[in-house]
């Protein structure tokens, strides 16, 4: 095995592998090294211990982020129950903060983004024990300027933080039978990833490399919000689900020379080129939905014809209509929305292609593997020396760059989970929960759909919705997730 799995081991990692049986770093959790803390959650006080950067493999690249953050409630050391959990019982939630496939610090509990208490602190309130892990990502360099984190390396140390956990179950309140991982945009999308993968052997070289605990890393549960995935299809679900809006409206971010982050959005019209790429990405779509044979739920086949019009269209339209229909029982006005047709409370109809208008393009083609190779994903397929690289052969062929490469077919793979829901020597979680909002054009809603009907398709319990004029962002119904979390787990 270590022979074979060399020959597909990222070249950074070659020195690691050597060296795993003795690793500079024990997987064994350290019970006494902590430090309590107390937080207020809706005026009531909660104690816990935190575990704060427990490098969770023997042999990491980056101490960095390589790291995970345990917190476990106090009352589990005094024999105490918080609801239905206990000690033994307690779920494990798993929240990432990645973004941008960027390097990940692990997270810890506190205020969320708009204010009140994030998914972290919420989650210890209810009897939950929360591990956040790190990851490496696609910036991510040693001191020689080797890049150590270009795809699988965020998947990978994801999975090695799951196994540290099953590792340490017995002497870590929690039950590592019960993990439930939770992210957002690229977080989301390696949540889905690593609920769809568990336990498949392709990544067993990568894992073994960095000294990740013998142990099985499949996860009870995954949360997605708008997961940034199945990436190498992600181009022409984008174009197919823009074409014709020519017009986009593009966040930039960068860095002014005081190391500032600067966003600004940039206005902007497709040019006759760009639109003859969007043209030839959109018509390789329908091949590819039909390829996957979907289903609906009354078993009617989700297809699309040569235009691109057909049963799959009409299910992401009538997922926007749900999605209305509920806005407006909640009291949402949707009077200025023309494109909506609306008759004694009911949504009636939507014209999806004004929805389309309404929701905007936001990048140009091709989306996620430009042809400049300018974009973050082009990032994330590089390898230890070269920093870009494409992973269409559709981008290779048309590639601006002259001396452009492809990613490998291995590493491709492996950041898809489209390749392994259900598949030999699998196990993929059983329980899922997707959110895709209706105002977010940072990839195509199709993506989340495919997602969400394969799992069905194949048997897992999916829980999947659009929320209404919700933009590219996530944990912003943490009532709801954790109705759901308690569901399963109660
Ligand atoms: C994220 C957003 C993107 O538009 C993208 O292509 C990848 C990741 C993010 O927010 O994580």
Same mark, same amino acid.
């Given at each position: 095995?270590?022979?074979?799995?060399?020959?597909?081991?990222?070249?950074?990692?070659?020195?690691?592998?050597?060296?795993?049986?003795?690793?500079? *770093?024990?997987?064994?959790?350290?019970?006494?090294? *902590?430090?309590?803390?107390?937080?207020?959650?809706?005026?009531?006080?909660?104690?816990?211990?935190?575990?704060?950067?427990?490098?969770?493999?023997?042999?990491?690249?980056?101490?960095?982020?390589?790291?995970?953050?345990?917190?476990?409630?106090?009352?589990?050391?005094?024999?105490?129950?918080?609801?239905?959990?206990?000690?033994?019982?307690?779920?494990?939630?798993?929240?990432?903060?990645?973004?941008?496939?960027?390097?990940?610090?692990?997270?810890?509990?506190?205020?969320?983004?708009?204010?009140?208490?994030?998914?972290?602190?919420?989650?210890?309130?209810?009897?939950?024990?929360?591990?956040?892990?790190?990851?490496?990502?696609?910036?991510?360099?040693?001191?020689?300027?080797?890049?150590?984190?270009?795809?699988?390396?965020?998947?990978?140390?994801?999975?090695?933080?799951?196994?540290?956990?099953?590792?340490?179950?017995?002497?870590?309140?929690?039950?590592?039978?019960?993990?439930?991982?939770?992210?957002?945009?690229?977080?989301?999308?390696?949540?889905?990833?690593?609920?769809?993968?568990?336990?498949?052997?392709?990544?067993?070289?990568? %894992?073994?490399?960095?000294?990740?605990?013998?142990?099985?890393?499949?996860?009870?549960?995954?949360?997605?919000?708008?997961?940034?995935?199945?990436?190498?299809?992600?181009?022409?679900?984008?174009?197919?689900?823009?074409?014709?809006?020519?017009?986009?409206?593009?966040?930039?971010?960068?860095?002014?020379?005081?190391?500032?982050?600067?966003?600004?959005?940039?206005?902007?019209? %497709?040019?006759?080129?760009?639109?003859?790429?969007?043209?030839?990405?959109?018509?390789?779509?329908?091949?590819?939905?039909?390829?996957?044979?979907?289903?609906?739920?009354?078993?009617?086949?989700?297809?699309?014809?040569?235009?691109?019009?057909?049963?799959?269209?009409?299910?992401?339209?009538?997922?926007?209509?749900?999605?209305?229909?509920?806005?407006?029982?909640?009291?949402?006005?949707?009077?200025?929305?023309?494109?909506?047709?609306?008759?004694?409370?009911?949504?009636?109809?939507?014209?999806?292609?004004?929805?389309?208008?309404?929701?905007?393009?936001?990048?140009?083609?091709?989306?996620?593997?430009?042809?400049?190779?300018?974009?973050?994903?082009?990032?994330?397929?590089?390898?230890?020396?070269?920093?870009?690289?494409?992973?269409?052969?559709?981008?290779?062929?048309?590639?601006?760059?002259?001396?452009?490469?492809?990613?490998?077919?291995?590493?491709?793979?492996?950041?898809?989970?489209?390749?392994?829901?259900?598949?030999?020597?699998?196990?993929?979680?059983?329980?899922?929960?997707?959110?895709?909002?209706?105002?977010?054009?940072?990839?195509?809603?199709?993506?989340?759909?495919?997602?969400?009907?394969?799992?069905?398709?194949?048997?897992?319990?999916?829980?999947?919705?659009?929320?209404?004029?919700?933009?590219?962002?996530?944990?912003?119904?943490?009532?709801?997730?954790?109705?759901?979390?308690?569901?399963?787990?109660?």
């Amino acid at each position: 095995l270590l022979v074979s799995s060399m020959l597909i081991m990222p070249l950074n990692s070659i020195s690691a592998a050597s060296d795993t049986t003795s690793g500079q *770093y024990s997987l064994d959790f350290s019970t006494a090294s *902590y430090t309590q803390k107390t937080m207020t959650v809706n005026g009531q006080s909660i104690t816990f211990r935190a575990y704060e950067n427990v490098v969770y493999v023997s042999n990491p690249v980056d101490t960095k982020y390589e790291i995970m953050n345990i917190y476990v409630p106090e009352q589990y050391y005094e024999g105490g129950t918080i609801g239905s959990y206990s000690a033994d019982t307690a779920p494990i939630f798993f929240p990432n903060s990645i973004g941008g496939y960027m390097p990940a610090e692990p997270g810890s509990p506190g205020q969320g983004m708009g204010g009140g208490n994030n998914a972290a602190l919420l989650a210890l309130s209810k009897g939950y024990v929360v591990a956040s892990p790190g990851a490496r990502g696609r910036t991510t360099q040693d001191e020689s300027g080797t890049y150590t984190g270009k795809a699988p390396a965020a998947i990978v140390d994801l999975k090695a933080a799951v196994r540290y956990l099953r590792h340490n179950d017995k002497i870590m309140p929690g039950d590592a039978e019960k993990i439930i991982s939770n992210g957002t945009s690229a977080g989301g999308a390696l949540s889905a990833l690593l609920g769809a993968s568990g336990n498949n052997p392709d990544y067993e070289p990568y %894992l073994q490399a960095i000294g990740a605990a013998d142990e099985r890393d499949d996860i009870f549960a995954v949360s997605a919000y708008t997961p940034i995935t199945n990436l190498d299809n992600a181009n022409a679900a984008y174009e197919w689900e823009f074409s014709g809006i020519n017009d986009y409206s593009k966040l930039e971010i960068s860095t002014d020379t005081d190391y500032h982050i600067q966003r600004k959005t940039v206005k902007g019209t %497709l040019t006759a080129d760009q639109i003859q790429v969007s043209n030839e990405l959109s018509a390789m779509f329908p091949a590819y939905v039909n390829s996957l044979n979907l289903k609906n739920a009354n078993g009617n086949a989700l297809t699309l014809d040569e235009n691109g019009e057909g049963t799959f269209r009409d299910y992401l339209k009538s997922l926007v209509i749900s999605s209305a229909q509920k806005a407006l029982d909640s009291g949402t006005d949707l009077s200025d929305k023309s494109w909506i047709t609306i008759s004694n409370g009911k949504v009636t109809d939507i014209n999806y292609d004004q929805y389309v208008q309404y929701l905007g393009r936001m990048k140009t083609p091709g989306a996620f593997d430009a042809l400049d190779l300018s974009a973050g994903e082009n990032q994330l397929f590089g390898t230890a020396t070269t920093d870009t690289q494409h992973f269409t052969e559709y981008a290779q062929a048309h590639s601006t760059v002259a001396d452009s490469t492809m990613a490998d077919a291995t590493t491709i793979k492996l950041m898809n989970p489209m390749n392994y829901i259900g598949t030999e020597s699998t196990d993929t979680s059983k329980n899922w929960r997707i959110r895709f909002g209706t105002k977010d054009s940072d990839t195509a809603n199709a993506i989340s759909a495919i997602l969400a009907t394969t799992l069905k398709n194949k048997g897992y319990a999916v829980d999947f919705a659009l929320p209404w004029d919700v933009p590219h962002s996530g944990d912003y119904d943490l009532q709801e997730l954790f109705t759901w979390m308690a569901d399963l787990t109660g």
